[in-house]
């Protein structure tokens, strides 16, 4: 079955296809990519996955779908709340006459 594979970062990005046999886990398409060929600071050990969007409990043991896209997201560099009220600081008009 046809599978992607997919890691971004602000720069740049790598979208791979493989087929797999049927049962292949998330953890198990990213490793059979080679997509840390790409980025050699990927370790699919500790990488969050996901599908979709929609983050896995556990990427050894969820089993993918045809045409599903796995998704390695990358650490967070701040925590979203902290980002929200930045943004929101940032876009607050001053108030002088």
Do not use: C
């Amino acid at each position: 079955m046809w599978v992607e594979v997919v890691y971004a970062l602000p720069d740049n990005q790598v979208l791979l296809q493989l087929d797999v046999p049927e049962g292949t886990t998330l953890y198990e398409a990213a490793l059979q990519s080679g997509i840390t060929q790409h980025f050699e600071h990927l370790d699919l050990e500790t990488a969050p996955m996901g599908v979709f969007g929609k983050r896995a409990k556990d990427p050894k043991t969820q089993v993918l779908e045809e045409g599903d896209r796995v998704e390695i997201y990358r650490p967070l560099l701040i925590d979203p709340k902290q980002a929200r009220i930045n943004r929101a600081n940032k876009g607050t008009p001053s108030k002088t006459k």
